[in-house]
């Protein structure tokens, strides 16, 4: 089994940082992409950042230039920075991985979300 555990959400002001983490433990062969999306009530799950293995990441346009992912294969962590945090990136934010297990099968676990609010 595999388990994705997330830390690092909370309430931050309008302009605030705050910086998510995410730890994939258990029967890991290795990591191809791991991400982070995030979902608000009634609305679908998007994506925020994306990154691979090899360190190429993707984001999406309303992030862009504000939060950064970052991943560690050798704790198999990935972060995301997120910075001049607006209103509308209030969300539930879930890490998500792509993993190789050591049956060499390839399985898409999420973690169990992490709540970020931006107020003031």
């Known amino acids: 089994q595999v388990q994705l555990v997330e830390s690092g959400g909370g309430l931050v002001q309008p302009g605030g940082s705050l910086r998510l983490s995410c730890a994939a433990s258990g029967s890991i062969f290795s990591i191809n992409a791991m991400g982070w999306y995030r979902q608000v009530p009634g609305k679908q799950r998007e994506l925020v950042a994306d990154i691979t293995s090899g360190g190429s990441t993707n984001y999406a346009d309303s992030v862009k230039g504000r939060f950064t992912i970052s991943r560690d294969n050798a704790k198999n962590t990935v972060n995301l920075q997120m910075n001049n945090l607006k209103p509308e990136d209030t969300a539930v934010y879930y890490c998500?991985?792509?993993?190789?297990?050591?049956?060499?099968?390839?399985?898409?676990?999420w973690g169990q979300g992490t709540q970020v609010t931006v107020s003031s």
């Open positions: 998500n991985a792509e993993i190789v297990t050591y049956r060499l099968s390839k399985v898409t676990y």
